[in-house]
């Protein structure tokens, strides 16, 4: 059977164990520690989306002269608001916005993707292009499609009897549904974490280990290098490295949930999936992932689906809002939270309906 041809940044290391777990980019703020970015010493301008503040995290992103272009109070286009839909226009007319706005390379590429559980079309003609290391955000109202769509870029819907989908989704211009894809690659270069962490009741090595061990790992000093690599890209290496051995199903919730990362990441997966990821954890294990999430764009093209606004508003370079199972508008994240062009977006983010 043909494989997915997939990019690979590491086209150039040699075949083998090791070459499941090329060296990336150094992940400076983990190995250094957090609590030191980049713009730290700079005098923070006083800075909101709509109702929500936006944190340093989604602030480094934008130097000042694009924040205050950005800023509608500075700019003409809060004199002038753009003419908003109704929600019967929009709904008439297919996905108006869903193409626009600046777009660095894609890595996932969405087109007129549809999707059926049985007789039901529960996604509507989707045109997405999700670009290369950013983290794009999945927001909509509940029963809208955002798992199924998650779910059909790595295939995991393929298991629901009676489920079908039509229309192309490329990863680096791979069709993941063509005749000759290859579905266990396919999920191995795109990670999946769901809103409930899912550990192993095995121990935090052994769930770091699983997916290397399936593809043939064995050997003992390859496998801590990796296992090390991978609890540290996901923030979780100094809380648990003095007892790699215990029980997964100690740890608190929302370690469990930086295992599963750490476990996705293990297999060197170029898209990470995230379903609500942190819809079920404290705060403070909430910022934690928000954090990782920054973090990991590094290196990882990141989709993540959340109810939360400001969780959206604060990780995400993009987002898509998805209504009805279908994009109603997809921009950079500061334009759907400061100046979406459908009254509907508009809507949603301020809370009016969802
Ligand atoms: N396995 C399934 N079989 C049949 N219908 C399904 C299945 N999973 C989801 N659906 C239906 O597909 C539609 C989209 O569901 P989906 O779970 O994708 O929405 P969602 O946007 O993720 O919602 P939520 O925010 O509540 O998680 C809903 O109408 C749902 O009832
Ligand atoms: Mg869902």
Redesign the pocket.
Known sequence: MMTIEMRRRDAAEPAGEDASVPPRKGHASLRAGRGTPPHAGKDALPRTIGDFPLPDAVRREHDDAEWNAAVPAAGPAASSPPQKANHAQLLARAQPSAQEGPMSQAKISVSNFD?Y??T?K??HGINLDIPDRKVTA?I????????????SINRM?DI?P??RASGTITIDGQDVYGGNADVVELRRRVGMVF?KSNPFPKSIYDNVAYGLRIGGMRNKRQLDEVIERSLTRAALWHEVKDRLHASALALSGGQQQRLCIARALAVDPEVVLM??PASALDPIATSKIEELIYDLKENYTIVI?T?NMQQAARVSDRTAF?ML?RVIEYAETNEIFMNPKEKMTEDYVTGRFG
């Open positions: 999707f559980y049985g039901a529960v996604l999945l909509g109202p509940s029963g809208c499609g955002k798992s199924t769509f998650i779910r819907n629901i009676d489920a809103q379903d609500e689906v109810h998805f199972g």
